[in-house]
């Protein structure tokens, strides 16, 4: 039995102007969001507007600022990407945030970093040059003493294969920087190897760990069409990077277990015909180096480990070409299917890991990124799936992006309000809040 839950939602900010990226500050008192005010329709390398900052509990605007020139790339193209997206400092204090320079006419990435103090409202930039240096994702680090940025600094050839086709370009070659919270003392985390310098070299994913100021990132290494090799990295300050793990299947995502021990990542095999047996899942304890597979030519993809400890959340192949997504408890070998049926993306655990959201959505001839979503929420005990999107709202794949606050009792995402009086031309931002009832319900 579960106890039942009861979902308020609000519209908290209209859709006068396209809402995208919204997220609440680590304690909870302000939202922020970016309004678009300039959408890049051509390239899709990015959008302007401006970051706008709201008290959570009025709903005032704090700030609203970047002058039309703050860059965002909300586009869903798969995980890993590349994404120009905001980030909180732990205290909830300062949001750094791209861009765009003033009066920039030509294509391509041209944008800084800068910093939002929400206190005093000053916004510093970072000193790096944007000729030089290119910032592109990063992450602050759990005591906000530090910044880890994927950055594209090196000018290098490179050369590509296709076929009878040669091309030669001189291309950006990606780095790891980490640097204090305002680009001070920036150090490279990457060093690439000479001999490979031929090859097509990708960062891929990278994150903090939970329990300290060390990281572990993925790069890959692309000869020709076919051949690829997957590394991971675990880097502490002060001693460099070591190497945990190498693979000639492509890796492209890792989660940390909440005590920073372990890791947990799936590699894939495109060797293999059947989209049910390409897929590793592998965990690896940091202190050891010790690989572990979890499962062997599976259906299972994507591990997520529970903030809590209350198990691994998994995507899936479901039936007749669905997605789905699995559960494996503590102790157990086999996940169990939670949600079986239909096509289901991009789950995300509450910050309690009593629960976690995901997007239901139904595939169709357009692009993926515009399919009519549906965020779910589903209480781990059991229970039926929960709907936070209000009847008279729809909201679309690219821009739902739901987001827990730090008590995992409230959520944040973006839909349009498509009521008969509410006349909005674009998506708002909307806040859901979960309460409970007395009342069970079966499991």
């Known amino acids: 039995m579960t106890q039942k839950w009861t979902i308020e939602t609000e519209e908290i900010l209209p859709g006068k102007v396209e809402v995208v990226v919204p997220s609440y500050s680590p304690d909870g008192k302000k939202i922020a969001c970016v309004r678009l005010t300039d959408p890049d329709t051509i390239h899709e390398t990015r959008d302007l507007g401006c970051l706008t900052v709201i008290d959570a509990g009025s709903r005032e605007i704090l700030h609203d600022v970047g002058n039309n020139l703050v860059a965002v790339n909300y586009r869903e193209r798969g995980r890993g990407a590349n994404e120009l997206v905001f980030a909180w400092s732990p205290d909830g204090r300062y949001v750094t945030f791209h861009q ?8 391509g990435a041209r944008w800084s970093l800068m910093r939002l103090d929400t206190h005093t409202g000053e916004v510093a930039p970072f000193p790096f040059d944007p000729e030089a240096i290119r910032p592109q994702s990063f992450l602050v680090s759990p005591s906000g003493r530090h910044l880890a940025i994927h950055t594209r600094q090196r000018w290098k050839p490179y050369t590509r294969k296709i076929l009878w086709k040669t091309t030669r370009h001189i291309v950006l070659g990606d780095q790891l920087t980490v640097c204090g919270p305002l680009g001070e003392d920036p150090v490279n985390v990457i060093d690439w190897p000479a001999a490979r310098h031929s090859h097509e070299e990708v960062l891929g994913d990278f994150h903090w760990s939970p329990a300290g100021e060390s990281l572990v990132y993925i ?8 051949r690829e090799e997957s590394l991971l990295y675990h880097w502490e300050p002060g001693k460099g990077s070591r190497e945990l793990y190498k693979s000639p299947e492509h890796i492209d995502h890792f989660s940390f277990s909440p005590d920073g021990r372990e890791i947990w990542f799936h590699s894939r095999d495109h060797r293999i015909e059947s989209p049910s047996r390409r897929n590793t899942v592998v965990r690896i304890d940091l202190a050891t180096g010790e690989a572990t597979p979890v ?3 599976r259906e299972f993809f994507y591990p997520l480990v529970s903030p809590r400890g209350s198990g691994v959340l998994m995507e899936m192949q479901a039936e007749a070409g669905g997605r789905g997504l699995a559960l494996l408890r503590p102790g157990e070998e086999t996940p169990v299917p939670v949600v079986k049926s239909g ?11 009593e629960s976690f959201l995901y997007l239901r959505t139904r595939p169709d001839s357009k692009p993926f990124w515009t399919w009519p979503t549906e965020p779910v929420l589903q209480n781990v005990a059991g229970g039926s799936p929960n709907k936070i999107l209000p009847v008279d709202a729809a909201a679309r794949l690219v821009n739902c992006r739901p987001s827990f606050s730090a008590t995992g009792r409230e959520i944040l995402f973006v839909a349009k309000d498509e009521a008969e009086e ?3 031309r674009f998506a708002g931002l909307w806040r859901s809040r979960i309460l409970e009832e007395e009342g069970t319900e079966g499991a």
């Not at 320079?101 to 294509?107: V, Y």
């Open 100 to 107: 765009d320079r003033k009066n920039w006419e030509h294509f």
């Open 219 to 226: 790069v890959r290494f692309r000869e020709g069409r076919f």
């Open 295 to 297: 499962l062997v030519h």
């Open 343 to 353: 096509y289901n993306l991009y789950p995300s655990w509450s910050p309690s890991g």
């Open 422 to 424: 509410a006349n909005a």
